[in-house]
């Protein structure tokens, strides 16, 4: 495993809700990133994220560690959930809110 | 950069032969897609497996030539589990 590698498996492994992303929450430098924000904040939800311009080993690393070509990324309790428009399909129907667990208790 | 909005139909009916495809160009640009894609390839697949197979099919111009492409797959409808 590279460093990127072990290094993205290390923020995966240590935060419950992690976004890799481009920019931050507050100045998103992407809609689909931005989007994916809307959604955790929507939901209420205790998220980390990361910015993958600040590091071009984890940008690059992000795509091979999920086999995704794209960002963001989120990933719940260690497991990949998928991109903003999976997150915005699982927001519809109620998934992402139950796999984001009791700590989004606020109504949808 | 960027690709027209037939040569990534092509690409996804090159894997997907029994596919539904419908392209929107989002922002008239070439390079910010919408798209749908439909079949019975998809059958039992997760969402994630879903969107990869798609991406597989688009042979790495996704992140590349490709910058956005906002996807929503599905199985055709009586052809659920």
Redesign the interface.
């Known amino acids: 495993m590279s460093d990127s590698q072990a290094l993205i498996a290390e923020l995966v492994n240590a935060n419950e809700v992690v976004l890799f992303m481009k920019g931050t929450p507050l100045f998103p430098q992407c ?2 990133s931005s989007r994916a924000i809307t959604i955790l904040e929507r939901l209420g939800a205790n998220f980390e994220t990361v910015d993958v311009l600040q590091d071009p080993e984890i940008r690059q690393g992000i ?1 091979e560690y999920s ?4 960002v963001p990324q989120l990933y719940v309790k260690g497991e ?4 903003s ?2 997150m915005m ?2 927001f519809e129907s109620g998934e992402l809110q139950q796999l984001l667990g009791a700590d989004s208790g606020l109504p949808a | 950069m960027g690709m027209p909005a037939a040569e990534i139909e092509a690409m996804i009916l090159a894997a997907f032969p029994d596919a539904a495809v419908e392209i929107r160009d989002l922002a008239g640009d070439g390079d910010h897609y919408a798209a749908r894609v439909v079949s019975s390839a998809f059958a039992g697949l997760s ?2 497996r879903q ?2 197979a798609v ?1 597989a099919a688009l042979k ?1 111009k ?3 030539d490709l910058h ?1 492409l ?3 797959t599905a199985v055709p409808s009586g052809d659920h589990e």
């Open positions: 809609g689909f795509k086999d995704w070509p794209t990949f959930v998928g991109g428009d999976i399909e699982m | 969402r994630v969107h990869q991406y790495g996704m992140g590349t956005a906002q996807l929503e």
